[in-house]
DNA sequence: CGAACCTTTGAAGTGACTCAATGCGTGTGG
DNA sequence: CCACACGCATTGAGTCACTTCAAAGGTTCG
């Protein structure tokens, strides 16, 4: 639960009380194998939470022509599964995509810490609003940008998101994701994939090798991404002072 | 207050306490012209969230390059703005585009609710999770269909979105959108949205007479529109037992 | 060292866009 | 009550971003 805390902890100032409720939402801590499906009936059920400790993730729907498409991707400290709370099927599937380390809890438990701590509601209610605004702007991305753009975009994403629980950034990384998962991810196929990875690398805006990328000119890719960190402007200010 | 009372209350009993609670959020009622913008700083500032009595709304976002995405539409008995509430700014623009009847309250009073009845932050939290879900739908439908399903997928979720709150569902209605607003809303031109609703009636899926339009094959609009309807499929036992 | 998976590249096809013009309906001011 | 303007719908022609299909080159790992 350190990722989760440190997470948290970094917005709004939490009680012992608060950080004993957050532990003990999630007694269980399992190791998971990069390919891992959770989420599906045969394994939890739909009415499982995840907490990642450590590890990739990401949500997909798969359609009915093969094809499939990537909603969101989830990083360490990141609550996995709120979009199937209110349902009896799940309406996604999660793949563990890296060896992972996972907090389980049955969406159950929520209800015990609404109960005793409101301002566990407010921020468990937050967090969602937020990955609300971030599906928004992923729709933006995909709905009405260029290829170029929307592979900009989640380069950036996954930069933002790697550096929230990192000490230190890092300049040169890996996606994490195959070229035909960004693909799924941003609603190309994994062809176009690789040839706009390719412009990008000519016009000096990344370097690649292998799977390892730098981003060489973060201004613009900023200047054609368009993307806006969520996390950055989080502002938990709202409910702090009454609760 | 009524439609959103009348909304939840199918979905889980409420209380005496809880309908007081749904009813003191919001005191205050207005009227809205259509093509009234809302949660722009200048109005309201964006830590205001609505109750949508009568009317229809839409979050939308601009891009640089002068293009509009819609990410949301809004209907009678919707909380509207939930995106917006963890940030300073707003991060999308809601646009009344009918006249409209709205319940106006500032995002502070969710505290005190949540606070008195952890019932109700379960109601939103819950809310909040299925918009969660409708926005992967989209974000599905949108990056990985072409645009015939897209258009087909939003005519379903408007007619499904319309008789939920209707007693008794009409088969002729417009769709309260201008083509060109249809295609921000798929990610298309308003040209080929032109096309695309020529090719449903060409092929004897829908009829129209103007912007009046009438399912002629359910059948098959559901089959090129993969359209799931999240209303339908919501479950909100998962707290009822406990709270 | 071979199989499985991923990446890369080419060539041809197409769904959707852009540009552009025309038609239609409604409201408003003269 | 007409004329004009404005927003919206419709249609055509040409172009382009991205797809599809296909094949070859790399990497990783048992």
Redesign the pocket.
């Known amino acids: 639960m350190k990722n989760l805390l440190a997470k948290y902890g970094q917005l709004t100032e939490l009680s012992v009380d608060e950080q004993e409720i957050f532990t003990g939402l999630a007694a269980t801590k399992r190791e998971y194998e990069s390919g891992s499906i959770l989420s599906v009936d045969e394994l939890d059920g739909p009415d499982q939470l995840y907490v990642v400790e450590e590890g990739r993730l990401f949500a997909s729907n798969d359609l009915p022509g093969g094809e499939r498409a990537i909603t969101r991707l989830y990083f360490s400290g990141d609550i996995v599964g709120t979009a199937n709370i209110p349902f009896e099927k799940a309406t996604q599937t999660i793949t563990v995509n890296s060896p992972a380390v996972l907090y389980v809890f049955p969406r159950r438990n929520l209800v015990e810490a609404f109960a005793s701590m409101p301002r566990v509601a407010a921020i468990f209610y937050t967090f969602a609003a937020m990955e609300n605004a971030i599906l928004n702007d992923r729709l933006v991305s995909i709905g009405r940008t ?3 753009s929307r592979l900009a975009s989640l380069i950036l994403e996954i930069t933002a998101r790697r550096n929230l629980i990192r000490q230190s950034p890092e300049y040169e990384f890996t996606l994490g994701l ?3 998962q960004i ?1 799924d991810a941003i ?6 994939v ?5 412009t990008l690398r000519e016009d000096g805006i990344i370097e ?1 090798d ?2 390892r990328i730098k981003i060489a000119d973060q201004a613009r890719l900023e200047e054609i991404g368009l993307f806006k960190d969520r996390y950055a402007d989080l502002d938990l200010d709202w409910f702090t002072d009454e609760l």
């Open positions: 260029r290829g170029i195959t070229q035909a693909g609603g190309l196929t994994e062809v176009q690789n040839r706009l990875l390719r690649r292998g799977s």
